[in-house]
C-alpha cells in the first residue's frame, strides 16, 4: 500500500468514527495557546504522541475521546 492510499484509509476511518485529523489537533492546540510539549503535559501524554499526532497518525480511541472532551469544553 502505497502512502496515498494510506492516507485515505485513514481518511475513511477519521470520518466513520469521528477521530481527529493532525490539522483538526493543530487547530485545537493551537486555539488554546500551547506549544506541543505544553499540551502533551496537560493531557497526561508523551511529546511524541502530540508530534506523531500531528504528523498524521491516527490518535488511538482512548486519546480521540480525550481530544473530544477537552474540544467540548472549549
Known amino acids: 500500500m502505497d502512502d496515498a492510499a494510506i492516507e485515505q484509509t485513514f481518511a475513511v476511518c477519521r470520518g466513520r468514527h469521528?477521530?481527529?485529523?493532525?490539522q483538526d489537533i493543530v487547530t485545537l492546540r493551537k486555539q488554546i495557546?500551547?506549544?506541543?510539549?505544553?499540551?502533551?503535559?496537560m493531557l497526561?501524554?508523551?511529546?511524541?504522541?502530540?508530534v506523531s499526532y500531528e504528523a498524521g497518525a491516527l490518535p488511538s480511541e482512548a486519546n480521540n475521546a480525550v481530544?473530544?472532551?477537552l474540544q467540548d469544553k472549549l
Open 33 to 41: 495557546n500551547l506549544t506541543q510539549s505544553e499540551f502533551a503535559d
Open 18 to 22: 469521528d477521530y481527529f485529523s493532525s
Open 67 to 69: 481530544l473530544h472532551a
Open 44 to 50: 497526561g501524554w508523551n511529546l511524541t504522541t502530540v
